[in-house]
């Protein structure tokens, strides 16, 4: 089955800097990797999403890219806000079904 | 707006006990998601059911059953509770053909 692994698992920056979040993922035949992000005492929600036939997406100051070469997908996020603080967690799914794999989630801290 | 509501937001039970973790939701979807949410492990699917009657299991089932008597409703059942089911359960709905999954706000179960 599919295996996804997220990095890094806690990641602080300062305001107005940018914060990146890498996944990897081990099965070929995935085509679509979402990103959901959870606020503290709120389920996880979708930002963006990106399917294997597009490189990269863009929406505001959220953007993901695809390598599917590498089998590695990454959220990029500029200008961070501290209402961008919460917990991050790619997710891939494989053509066949509709489950998600989740990676194991990035908790982002922004400081004022 | 989409809801996905889970009866209780903190449960604490004792090691034995039956537990039923209730999640409804009101977009008509057809697909519904149980998952336990532990740190470092994101999300892990335990059971989906993807029409009324209908379960699969996910990656983690051991120890779980479920129950979808009707469209609208997904019940996870721990048979005898054990200490190591204590975690955050998030709920979720999908309709067919789509991608977005919706999360419900989650359970947190302390099993002692």
């Known amino acids: 089955g599919e295996n996804v692994e997220q990095h890094p698992s806690t990641l602080s920056v300062q305001e107005g800097d940018s914060a990146v979040i890498k996944c990897t993922y081990s099965?070929?035949?995935?085509?679509?990797f979402p990103w959901y992000k959870q606020e503290l005492g709120k389920g996880p929600q979708l930002i963006i999403d990106?399917?294997?036939?597009?490189g990269e997406k863009k929406d505001q100051r959220i953007a993901v890219t695809l390598n599917k070469t590498a089998k590695h997908f990454s959220l990029h996020i500029t200008e961070t806000q501290p209402e961008d603080s919460a917990v991050y967690f790619c997710?891939?799914?494989?053509?066949?079904?509709?489950?998600?794999?989740f990676g194991g989630g990035t908790r982002v801290l922004v400081k004022p | 707006d989409v809801k996905v509501t889970q009866s209780s937001r903190y449960l604490v039970k004792r090691t034995g006990e039956k537990v039923f973790l209730e999640c409804v939701q009101d977009?008509?979807?057809?697909?519904m998601f149980w998952y336990r949410q532990d740190p470092g492990l994101g999300l892990r699917l335990i059971y989906f059911?993807?029409?009324?009657?209908?379960?699969e299991k996910g990656d983690i089932p051991e120890g779980y059953s479920v129950s979808r008597e009707k469209k609208e409703r997904f019940s996870l059942i721990l048979e005898s509770a054990s200490t190591n089911q204590t975690s955050m359960y998030l709920c979720a709905s999908m309709g067919t053909n789509k991608n977005i999954q919706y999360f419900g706000a989650g359970t947190r179960l302390s099993v002692l």
């Open positions: 099965d070929s035949a995935s085509n679509y």
């Open positions: 990106i399917r294997s036939n597009v």
């Open positions: 997710a891939g799914r494989s053509a066949a079904g509709n489950k998600l794999t």
């Open positions: 059911s993807y029409d009324v009657k209908m379960k």
């Open positions: 977009m008509d979807h057809e697909n």
